[in-house]
DNA sequence: GTGGTCTAGACCACA
DNA sequence: GTGGTCTAGACCACA
């Protein structure tokens, strides 16, 4: 269900946060389901405890998951929606990513056609 | 003629390169024009001499200038060039930011909207 | 009669004493009322038995019930008065909490309608 | 500067956090200020850094500091707002509380004593 | 020196 | 079993 790239930039907690999202995004995981055990993630991806941990507490925090202690870690009812104001909050990483690649000299037509690749292809990966 | 910002989470040396290449594609600067000494842009900027060498020997290796030991850096001729095909590369990153913004719930109509901002805006900061 | 939210943060043990002491303090349950049995209850709520075996031996041992091995566990006599004197140590609590909330700069005027609503809605939930 | 209580039940982190809220509370830090390395905190808290890291990370996720890597950890321009605006959501907490105190038993009489008391020693420790 | 990530492993309260 | 906190200590990029 979890996939880590070990050599990847991105820090492995992060790595797990974003796959939650697009597991909620895509509608696999809805609210009130329950993601795997810190431990047993732990050992499936062969990652400390810790790490899970982090990620699991991340999520708590951004509201897209409830951390229940003695419990488990379930996807909350405001998951979607956080998840989509935090997309909004990249809109702002969009137009400067725009506005730089702009001014590099890359032509208008390339952006907007790299836009609708990324817009036409929405749930590939 | 340059400015960095110690608040912001992008690397001195980063924040460096970034205006330099703005300042080339913006005309500003063009082939052979010498790049402020390390020691004096160290001093102006309060910041470390190494963070400025890091910064210059990537401009080097990025093609966009050369360091000639003992005389300086300037921006080497293929500058525009070497900013260009970066920008191009860039484009991946925008296609899957993009892709990732929809998938996250985010409207085709918002993510069109902050493109054009970007794109209207061409020389603001 | 017993609700238990698993999504909480307060220990379902927890929710369980409270909703005791809320039935005791609304005159729902009196001296010499009998709670559910251990198992019925742990059933009801599909809770570990040792859930609610925690709840009633906190019950007793704060003198708002008595845990009779073998027959059950029973509203005590003193329990209204143990309720009451609870309180009274939890308002050591809210001294501090609104001597926080005063320093982190909300308005006493805030604080002083927040204290007001609770007042007014004495049995709402 | 800073105080841990090891008998506490409030976590480390969770006591380090309130300690600069209150130090920003009382104007004692402001925008800008560098609070201690996480090496040097940690070491004068005979405390983890891992610890100390929590702390810290947990305050920039609260918008009340940044965490600069490679330069330190300073309040924010946003830390008073960030601060008050968690008080007021705690408006809701103090709510709960006086609703249960006045259920228990105890009279409006001793519960506006208590907020008075909270009110009138605004900066005592 | 400074923050950030991670492993290894312990101990706690709660279910 | 389940999450939460913490120590001890390593290694990284950046200043």
């Known amino acids: 269900m979890f996939r880590i790239d070990g050599m990847s930039r991105t820090p492995v907690y992060e790595q797990i946060i974003e796959q939650v ?3 909620v995004s895509l509608g ?3 609210a009130g ?3 795997p055990s810190v431990r047993s993630l732990s050992i499936e991806l062969s990652v400390n405890p810790n790490t899970i941990q982090k990620a699991y507490s991340e999520l708590d925090s951004r509201g897209i998951a409830n951390s ?6 379930f996807i909350s009812e405001s998951a979607e929606d956080a998840i989509k ?10 137009r400067e ?3 730089e690649l702009a001014l590099s ?3 208008k037509e390339e952006i907007e056609k790299a836009v609708e690749d990324g817009l036409s292809i929405p749930a590939e990966n």
Do not use: H, S
């Open 28 to 30: 696999i995981m809805k």
């Open 68 to 73: 229940v202690p003695g419990k488990g870690c």
């Open 105 to 107: 000299g890359v032509t």
């Open 85 to 94: 104001n935090a997309g909004r909050k990249k809109l702002a990483i969009l």
């Open 21 to 23: 999202e697009k597991l």
């Open 33 to 35: 389901d329950q993601l």
């Open 97 to 99: 990513l725009v506005k």
